[in-house]
């Protein structure tokens, strides 16, 4: 969310007449987007803002903004900490930055913030469609500083996506905190697997992909549409942060372990070779070790093509921090980390070794150290031995390697000597 917010005002600034700087020292203005879904992150932000902090004396005329959801309702601490920046903007309100700029530098702010698709847009692309969430995870930060779900209309996305085509595009990824409640504050109301279907419908896209999923929100509709819309990957990133039920409801995450291997297995049973991956929080207040284990059993059950891990951070602000005391050792949170980091490395070796000698087709959308690579409809990453096709390209590949993170492949036959069918 925070790269497609930081394309956009960063096309916006453009529009205005700004050009890129070599580096961030000797730029005039700087926008910094935070994330603080994590104590690392938001120290990363406040790090940079330190560096700032020597750049502004140096030239007091340069303009800082910060960004993202580092910026809540209430900035009078933030103020108070960072006397020097000049704008706090709240997620996705660009405007008090482009008048702050405007009125530093004297350039006009007219017609910048319309239409903000990417003018050199990557292959593969993201496009926000829900701002905010309405859930409460006791332990999330982001409905407070994001706000209330707020869903972009079905047409202001179709002709989104349709520029970003003419642009080059050929993948875009509808993004959202919680993507399947797409559509339920819209008038007539729809939901994403309406969207799905008319951005299907949308010449030259070539697939679509969506994050993130939520597994009380994740109806049997939106699973149907991806088995059966051809352009929609069969990949699904289904959050289930921890394995025990008791702990689930520490979370208020709102489904309990069953209910969520049920979801799993009505996905599988809907579409076939889906990959599955998911989101795990270990150490949360007060998981005693038999509690842990219940996340590793998850593990072994389902056994993801990936796991986005973390151990718990307490985030100041939210339920947790003011009535759970955080009484998981640093240590002990490492170790859980390890282990479930391990046991993964484990399975992905095991899932991706089982693509040795099969054949898919992946989008070439990056190089990597001279190295064309791609990822297949299931979002695996493969790196392409040999040259051949060009950027933006559906190839066909057979599977020569594996590791546990990525695979390599030989090219075996390019777009133009192959037919691009969406059929399922
Ligand atoms: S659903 Fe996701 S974004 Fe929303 S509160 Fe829970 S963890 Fe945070």
């Given at each position: 969310?925070?790269?497609?917010?930081?394309?956009?005002?960063?096309?916006?600034?453009?529009?205005?007449?700004?050009?890129?700087?070599?580096?961030?020292?000797?730029?005039?203005?700087?926008?910094?987007?935070?994330?603080?879904?994590?104590?690392?992150?938001?120290?990363?932000?406040?790090?940079?803002?330190?560096?700032?902090?020597?750049?502004?004396?140096?030239?007091?005329?340069?303009?800082?903004?910060?960004?993202?959801?580092?910026?809540?309702?209430?900035?009078?601490?933030?103020?108070?900490?960072?006397?020097?920046?000049?704008?706090?903007?709240?997620?996705?309100?660009?405007?008090?930055?482009?008048?702050?700029?405007?009125?530093?530098?004297?350039?006009?702010?007219?017609?910048?913030?319309?239409?903000?698709?990417?003018?050199?847009?990557?292959?593969s692309?993201?496009?926000?469609?829900?701002?905010?969430?309405?859930?409460?995870?006791?332990?999330?930060?982001?409905?407070?500083?994001?706000?209330?779900?707020?869903?972009?209309?079905?047409?202001?996305?179709?002709?989104?996506?349709?520029?970003?085509?003419?642009?080059?595009?050929k993948e875009?990824?509808?993004?959202?905190?919680?993507?399947?409640?797409?559509?339920?504050?819209?008038?007539?109301?729809?939901?994403?697997?309406?969207?799905?279907?008319?951005?299907?419908?949308?010449?030259?896209?070539e697939r679509?992909r969506?994050?993130?999923?939520?597994?009380?929100?994740?109806?049997?509709?939106?699973?149907?549409?991806?088995?059966?819309?051809p352009k929609v990957c069969e990949n699904?990133?289904?959050?289930?942060?921890?394995?025990?039920?008791?702990?689930?409801?520490?979370?208020?995450?709102?489904?309990?372990?069953?209910?969520?291997?049920?979801?799993?297995?009505?996905?599988?049973?809907?579409i076939p070779g889906v990959t599955l991956?998911?989101?795990?929080?270990?150490?949360?207040?007060?998981?005693?070790?038999?509690?842990?284990?219940?996340?590793?059993?998850?593990?072994?059950?389902?056994?993801?093509d990936k796991?986005?891990?973390?151990?718990?951070?307490?985030?100041?602000?939210?339920?947790?921090?003011?009535?759970?005391?955080?009484?998981?050792?640093?240590?002990?949170?490492?170790?859980?980390?390890?282990?479930?980091?391990?046991?993964?490395?484990?399975?992905q070796?095991?899932l991706n070794a089982d693509l040795l000698g099969l054949e898919f087709d992946i989008l070439v959308d990056g190089?990597?150290?001279?190295r064309l690579r791609g990822r297949t409809r299931g979002d695996k990453l493969v790196y392409l031995t040999g040259?051949g096709p060009?950027?933006?390209e559906t190839v066909s590949v057979g599977i020569t390697g594996a590791s546990?993170w990525s695979l390599e492949g030989d090219l075996r036959a390019t777009q133009?000597q192959k037919e691009l069918v969406f059929t399922k």
């Amino acid at each position: 969310m925070n790269v497609a917010d930081s394309q956009r005002i960063d096309l916006s600034l453009e529009r205005m007449g700004l050009d890129r700087a070599e580096s961030i020292e000797n730029a005039d203005v700087v926008v910094v987007n935070t994330c603080v879904v994590r104590q690392s992150a938001e120290d990363t932000a406040t790090g940079l803002l330190g560096r700032l902090n020597k750049a502004k004396r140096n030239d007091s005329s340069r303009v800082i903004a910060v960004m993202g959801c580092m910026v809540g309702p209430d900035q009078t601490n933030l103020r108070q900490r960072f006397p020097y920046v000049d704008v706090w903007a709240r997620p996705q309100e660009f405007q008090p930055i482009i008048d702050a700029v405007g009125a530093r530098t004297g350039l006009s702010t007219e017609g910048c913030l319309t239409n903000l698709t990417p003018q050199q847009p990557d292959i593969s692309t993201f496009v926000p469609i829900v701002h905010g969430c309405d859930k409460f995870c006791t332990f999330c930060l982001i409905p407070s500083r994001r706000g209330r779900e707020m869903s972009r209309p079905v047409e202001e996305l179709v002709d989104e996506v349709t520029r970003l085509t003419d642009r080059g595009v050929k993948e875009v990824t509808l993004l959202g905190q919680n993507v399947d409640s797409y559509g339920h504050d819209l008038q007539p109301r729809v939901d994403l697997a309406d969207l799905m279907e008319r951005v299907n419908d949308i010449p030259g896209i070539e697939r679509i992909r969506f994050l993130t999923s939520h597994p009380n929100d994740m109806s049997r509709r939106i699973i149907r549409a991806i088995a059966d819309l051809p352009k929609v990957c069969e990949n699904v990133n289904l959050p289930f942060q921890a394995g025990d039920d008791r702990i689930l409801a520490e979370m208020r995450r709102g489904y309990t372990r069953n209910q969520f291997l049920e979801r799993v297995d009505e996905i599988r049973e809907t579409i076939p070779g889906v990959t599955l991956t998911t989101d795990l929080i270990v150490g949360f207040p007060g998981e005693t070790e038999a509690e842990f284990e219940q996340s590793v059993r998850v593990l072994e059950l389902v056994r993801f093509d990936k796991v986005h891990s973390a151990a718990y951070s307490e985030r100041n602000g939210t339920y947790a921090s003011r009535k759970m005391p955080d009484m998981v050792s640093r240590e002990e949170k490492k170790r859980r980390l390890r282990t479930v980091d391990d046991l993964q490395a484990q399975i992905q070796t095991r899932l991706n070794a089982d693509l040795l000698g099969l054949e898919f087709d992946i989008l070439v959308d990056g190089e990597t150290r001279g190295r064309l690579r791609g990822r297949t409809r299931g979002d695996k990453l493969v790196y392409l031995t040999g040259g051949g096709p060009a950027l933006g390209e559906t190839v066909s590949v057979g599977i020569t390697g594996a590791s546990p993170w990525s695979l390599e492949g030989d090219l075996r036959a390019t777009q133009s000597q192959k037919e691009l069918v969406f059929t399922k």
